[in-house]
């Protein structure tokens, strides 16, 4: 009697084994995971791409206005961002900077890009970032 409930709970144990791994199984872990399903949820995609956009302006205008750079407003906003979007957001950002240098350097060396055709012969670092930031 005691061998069937031995064997019956270890049978048990066994099929709740492999469908707890397929229900773990079809969550996303890790940065990759959830940049994706921050890509795939697309208001808030929008929505974080406008904060980010809205940020950059923001320290293109400080650095004309000479105001101190770090300072603790831009560093409170750029907290809300990454708590919103997570580490996720640390990707973007260094994603727009590669963007941003990349087409520097393009124009410095005379190559022509699309973001030309945006901005026109005389660029703006604001215009620069809106081309080159969808949201």
């Not at 961002?81 to 410095?108: C, E, H, N, V």
């Amino acid at each position: 009697m005691f061998e069937f409930l031995f064997i019956a709970a270890l049978v048990y144990l066994y099929m709740e084994r492999k469908s707890r791994k397929k229900r773990e199984g079809r969550k996303m872990r890790g940065l990759d995971a959830e940049l994706k399903s921050l890509i795939e949820d697309d208001g808030d995609k929008t929505g974080i791409a406008f904060e980010i956009k809205q940020y950059l302006l923001a320290i293109v205008e400080d650095d004309k206005n000479d105001v101190e750079k770090f300072s603790d407003a831009r560093i409170e906003q750029a907290e809300r961002i990454l708590d919103r979007a997570g580490p996720s957001a640390l990707y973007w950002m260094t994603d727009i900077a590669a963007q941003l240098a990349f087409l520097a350097a393009a124009q410095k060396n005379g190559i022509v890009t699309s973001v030309d055709a945006k901005v026109g012969e005389h660029a703006t670092p604001e215009a620069i970032i809106k081309a080159v930031v969808k949201g």
